[in-house]
């Protein structure tokens, strides 16, 4: 498995920007593809955003796309999720999670590694 560690939550207005993080202990980065998850409490874990392996493949959710960005720099073994006109119920853990299925995926089971989350809130 991966180690990997997420960063840049914290409590925002609404309409503000927050760019996440997530570092990943590993000398092969690039054979990963990976994703954005997130976590309200008393929900479920929900899909946010999916990038391949080389960037040439992105996904998003409906709540997310036109809003969140997703990247990644092998160089650095970082992804990143740029959200921008935050709303309320984007108040959620931010879970990064970590594939070496040969998929692109929505699914959180389809991910092996999975870091311990970062805290975003919006407020209203």
């Known amino acids: 498995q991966v180690q990997l560690v997420e960063s840049g939550g914290g409590l925002v207005q609404a309409g503000s920007s927050l760019r996440l993080a997530c570092a990943a202990s590993?000398?092969?980065?690039?054979?990963?593809?990976m994703g954005w998850f997130r976590q309200a409490p008393g929900k479920e874990r929900e899909f946010v955003a999916f990038?391949?392996?080389?960037?040439?493949?992105?996904l998003y959710s409906d709540s997310a796309k036109g809003r969140f960005t997703i990247s990644r720099d092998n160089a650095k073994n970082t992804m990143y999720l740029q959200m921008d006109r935050l709303k309320s119920e984007d108040t959620a853990v931010y879970y990064c999670?970590?594939?070496?299925?040969?998929?692109?995926?929505?699914?959180?089971?389809?991910?092996?590694?999975w870091g311990q989350g970062t805290q975003v809130t919006v407020s209203s």
């Open positions: 590993t000398s092969t980065f690039s054979d990963l593809n």
């Open positions: 990038i391949g392996r080389i960037a040439v493949t992105t």
């Open positions: 999670g970590a594939s070496r299925r040969l998929v692109v995926s929505k699914n959180a089971a389809d991910f092996e590694s």
